[in-house]
């Protein structure tokens, strides 16, 4: 296969480009804390957790609109645009909490992962993204590869046929929030204020799924409370106006790659809290999810 021609960009074209991914990896960084938080929040039940959090992102970003009133206006959207970030939004988490009842969270959780990698093979149908090159390949599969060492070893790997329903689930949430990730670069012109509003619905569909299924818990201690507000400004908030802004205007190539990092970063938290013990498998996730990294922003370059 011919590999595309290198392309010449602008400086500040470049520029401005460089500055969006990195906006985007600040996303990838308060992922990587949600682990952390959800632990500390008790034992709120996911559809209610996911409800009080949206809440609250949703709020971030209308809190924007009392300084200045005219970006309201990037609500006014038409339904295709709200189907994009409800369904990836809501949809996204409604077939992750899912699969995490359906199958053993470990497999679940392995399988979600797949996104990075759908994001990787999806850009390459971005009008204007240059094309994919062997090095974005090469580093989404080693970023895979390095998901699946610290995955595995945890030593609790099955994959057991009565997991099945939830094996679905979770390849479905990867599709989905994938599919909302690169389709979202191409409503670049979709102000990012417009996630407040996507927030806000995915709140209220969360509410819905909670009282339909789930028996309310609320937590218990302040600091329970204090996680619960951080997920709902950090990795259930200001992370989407981010990823926006990076998969909009930014190379969503990198940052399908650097999102691998998201459960290693995860995992390094939960080590240095004690929440979690170190082992050779996340020294070898590090390693093959850095190199991955690094292949992709070198063929970025390139392109």
């Known amino acids: 296969m011919t590999e595309p021609q290198p392309t010449t960009i602008a400086a ?3 520029d401005r480009r460089n500055a969006a991914t990195t906006t985007g990896l600040g996303a990838i960084l308060l992922w990587s804390l949600l682990a952390l938080f959800t632990a500390a929040s008790g034992s709120v039940p996911p559809f209610q957790l996911a409800a009080m959090t949206f809440l609250l992102g949703g709020l ?3 809190a924007g609109f009392l300084l200045r009133p ?29 699969a995490l009842r359906l199958a053993p969270p470990a497999e679940a959780g392995l399988i979600n992962y797949l996104w990075p990698l759908l994001i990787v ?10 094309g994919l090159r062997a090095g974005h390949l090469a580093g989404a599969g080693l970023g895979l590869l390095g998901v699946a060492a610290l995955f595995a070893g945890r030593g609790d790997l ?14 479905c949430a990867a599709f989905v929030w994938a599919a909302y990730s690169v389709l979202s670069a191409r ?10 509003g996507f927030c806000l619905a995915t709140a209220a569909l969360s509410l819905l799924c909670h009282l339909g299924f789930e028996t309310t818990a609320w937590p218990e201690e302040p600091v329970q409370w204090g996680a619960v507000l951080l997920l709902g400004l950090g990795p259930v908030g200001a992370a989407f106006y981010l990823w926006d802004i990076g998969c909009k205007r930014g190379d969503v190539r990198v940052l399908g790659v650097a999102a691998y990092a998201a459960p290693v970063l995860s995992t390094l938290i939960l080590v240095a809290t004690g929440y979690a013990a170190p082992s050779p498998a996340l020294a070898a996730a590090c390693l093959l999810i850095v190199t991955g990294a690094l292949l992709a922003v070198r063929a970025s370059r390139r392109a």
């Open 187 to 196: 409503v670049g012109a979709v102000p990012t204020d417009a996630v407040a």
């Open 12 to 14: 500040p074209d470049r």
């Open 60 to 62: 971030v970003g209308c």
């Open 121 to 130: 093979l999806f850009s390459g149908l971005l009008p204007g993204a240059g």
């Open 70 to 98: 005219e970006r309201a206006r990037a609500l006014r959207q038409p339904w295709p645009v709200w189907l994009l970030g409800v369904g990836g939004l809501f949809g996204y988490h409604a077939l992750y909490f899912s």
């Open 158 to 171: 099955g994959f057991a046929g009565a997991g099945l329903p939830g094996y679905v689930a979770a390849f």
